[in-house]
T-cell receptor, first 111, second 112 residues
Framework: NAGVTQTPKFQVLKTGQSMTLQCAQD?????MSWYRQDPGMGLRLIHY???????DQGEVPNGYNVSRSTTEDFPLRLLSAAPSQTSVYFC??????????FGPGTRLLVL | KNQVEQSPQSLIILEGKNCTLQ??????????LRWYKQDTGRGPVSLTI???SENTKSNGRYTATLDADTKQSSLHITASQLSDSASYIC???????????WGAGTKLIIKP
């Protein structure tokens, strides 16, 4: 039982490049979300999904896209990376209104 | 606008001492309130989750209280240990749009 997995663990991008951060869960959770956490700061919600085919914006959605074609996967796409997107990205899953389980995070550096 | 406010921002206590962290919220409609512990460089881990009808919930040395009338919650840590050094985050679940509203956290440092 892997729980919540995120890949890659680390990534360095140049300004303007695009990439996809992967998140997968094997707990059959309906609710999945993406957060970013800047150094010394709290988590900020980027996008979330309450089920396959349903996504919605969080607090800081600009520059990011998501899709949810299956219950298990919730990829986050950076369209054109900017230095302001340097951060640690966490994926989380839960049953609706239940405790969230977080992945180990992806550390992204945009030069 | 800050809908979940935590205090203090940071706290240093000696190992073995107790401490209490505060959380005030204005999120509405309210479904449940959670406390998470986040170690440096790791994802948050859930400590407690309480609905509006629950006043207190314990998880080992961690006890959370909730006053839904005054919209206040606290997390009490008993007999602190060095491993309690972490950020403690208060989170409120807003039912209307299924969003979790996160506080900025309290950074707790336990000194030997």
């Amino acid at each position: 039982n892997a729980g919540v997995t995120q890949t890659p663990k680390f990534q360095v991008l140049k300004t303007g490049q695009s990439m996809t951060l992967q998140c997968a869960q094997d707990m059959n959770h309906e609710y999945m979300s993406w957060y970013r956490q800047d150094p010394g700061m709290g988590l900020r919600l980027i996008h979330y999904s309450v089920g396959a085919g349903i996504t919605d914006q969080g607090e800081v959605p600009n520059g990011y896209n998501v899709s949810r074609s299956t219950t298990e996967d919730f990829p986050l796409r950076l369209l054109s990376a900017a230095p302001s997107q340097t951060s640690v990205y966490f994926c989380a899953t839960s049953g609706v209104q239940e405790t969230q389980y977080f992945g180990p995070g992806t550390r992204l550096l945009v030069l | 606008k800050n809908q979940v406010e935590q205090s203090p921002q940071s706290l240093i206590i000696l190992e073995g001492k107790n401490c209490t962290l505060q959380c005030n919220y204005t999120v509405s409609p309210f479904s449940n309130l959670r406390w998470y512990k986040q170690d440096t460089g790791r994802g948050p881990v859930s400590l407690t989750i309480m609905t509006f009808s629950e006043n207190t919930k314990s998880n080992g040395r961690y006890t959370a209280t909730l006053d839904a009338d005054t919209k206040q919650s606290s997390l009490h840590i008993t007999a602190s240990q060095l491993s309690d050094s972490a950020s403690y985050i208060c989170v409120v679940f807003r039912l209307s749009n299924y969003q979790l509203i996160w506080g900025a956290g309290t950074k707790l440092i336990i000194k030997p």
